[in-house]
């Protein structure tokens, strides 16, 4: 079946470091993919999406991207801020099957100042 | 435009009671699900509505967990009896049309069971 698996379960960075958060993906159909974030407190929202392979989505400083041929897609930010610590989710919606959007299982990002 | 309204944000049960969290999704939107959070396990969907229709209640939830949605802005979810293990953040997530992808989060409704 569908999945998506996210392996970092934390990150642990300082101020303006290099963030790549990756994820792979397995499914049948054409997938559209997702990055959610999570603050502390909060419900996770949506950062970006990324319906074509090869495309890039980006949002707030943060760019996202997915490699069809090795059915994986990252997120990555060039110089992160202590702000920016929360928890990262990577999705999958697979519009040749079901509707239901499948989550990765999180990566902590933590930023030292 | 209000988000997702998400009430107790606290709950606190005694095990083998009823608790049920409530939901108003943010006004106009098509779809609501309900998530189950933990550190072990994630993200787990419970319960999916489309146009106040269940289309999904998550398999293995359906013994003591049961969502409804009474009108399309108010949603409710009930376990009964809690048990310890249903410890966890409950979300609500509403999303504008069906099967973007594109949900908006409530904040949450914390449970513990004792």
């Known amino acids: 079946g569908d999945s998506v698996i996210q392996m970092q379960g934390q990150v642990t960075l300082s101020e303006n470091d290099f963030l790549f958060i990756n994820c792979t993906y397995s499914?049948?159909?054409?997938?559209?993919l997702f990055w959610y974030v999570q603050y502390s407190g909060e419900g996770p929202q949506l950062l970006l999406q990324?319906?074509?392979?090869?495309n890039k989505g980006s949002s707030r400083g943060f760019e996202a991207t997915y490699d069809k041929g090795t059915t994986s897609f990252h997120l990555q930010k060039t110089s992160v801020q202590e702000i920016d610590s929360a928890v990262y989710y990577c999705a999958m919606r697979d519009y040749s099957g079901s509707w239901q959007l499948i989550f990765g299982s999180g990566t902590q990002l933590t930023v030292m100042p | 435009d209000a988000g997702v309204t998400q009430t107790p944000r606290h709950e606190v049960a005694e095990k083998g009671q009823t608790i049920i969290l409530k939901c108003e999704p943010v006004?106009?939107?098509?779809?609501l699900f309900w998530y189950r959070q933990t550190k072990i396990q994630g993200l787990e969907l419970l319960s999916y509505?489309?146009?106040?229709?269940?289309?999904?209640d998550g398999g293995a939830f359906k013994d003591r967990f049961k969502a409804e949605m009474l009108n399309s802005s108010f949603s409710t979810l009930k376990i009964q009896p809690t048990e310890p293990k249903d410890s966890a953040v409950y979300l609500c997530a509403s999303s504008p049309t069906t099967n973007t992808g594109q949900l908006y989060f409530g904040e949450g409704s914390k449970l513990t069971v004792l």
């Open positions: 509505f489309r146009s106040k229709s269940l289309m999904e």
């Open positions: 990324v319906t074509t392979a090869n």
């Open positions: 006004s106009g939107h098509n779809d």
């Open positions: 499914t049948t159909g054409y997938p559209t």
